[in-house]
Nanobody, 123 residues
Framework: QVQLVESGGGLVQAGGSLRLSCAAS????????LGWFRQAPGKEREFVGV????????FYGDSVQGRFTMSRDNAKITGFLQMNGLRPEDTAVYYC????????????????WGRGTQVTVSS
C-alpha cells in the first residue's frame, strides 16, 4: 500500500524559503510521476508542478515558475519542493501526489495522495 507523507511546512516571512519533502513508503513510487498541488481556503486545488519518474521531465504552474524547484532522490524514495521567494499568496496546504501512469495538472489523474502540510507566509 503506497503512502505519502509531506513534511517541511511552517511559518515563514515573505521573501523567505522552505523545502518540502514527500516521503513514500514503497520503492515502486520511484517509477511514478510525482505531482505537487496546493489548496487555500475557499479555492480550488491548484497545480504546482509535476516531475517524471526519471527526474528529467518537469512542469511548473505559472504562479510558481522561476521560484519553486522540484527534485527527487530515488535512494530515499523522496520528492522535494524547494520554494524560494515566498509570497503571502503562496499560503496554502501543500500536497504531494503520485501516479503510475502519465499524469499532468489534473488532481483526478493521481492515484495516491499525502495528507498535506501547511505553509504560511507572512507579510
Amino acid at each position: 500500500q503506497v503512502q505519502l507523507v509531506e513534511s517541511g511546512g511552517g511559518l515563514v516571512q515573505a521573501g523567505g524559503s522552505l523545502r518540502l519533502s514527500c516521503a513514500a513508503s514503497e520503492r515502486i513510487v520511484n517509477t511514478y510521476s510525482l505531482g505537487w498541488f496546493r489548496q487555500a481556503p475557499g479555492k480550488e486545488r491548484e497545480f504546482v508542478g509535476v516531475i517524471g519518474m526519471n527526474g528529467n521531465t518537469k512542469f511548473y504552474g505559472d504562479s510558481v515558475q522561476g521560484r519553486f524547484t522540484m527534485s527527487r532522490d530515488n535512494a530515499k524514495i523522496t520528492g522535494f519542493l524547494q520554494m524560494n521567494g515566498l509570497r503571502p499568496e503562496d499560503t496554502a496546504v501543500y500536497y504531494c501526489a503520485a501516479d503510475p501512469e502519465g499524469s499532468w495538472r489534473v488532481p483526478e489523474d493521481y492515484a495516491y495522495w499525502g495528507r498535506g502540510t501547511q505553509v504560511t507566509v507572512s507579510s
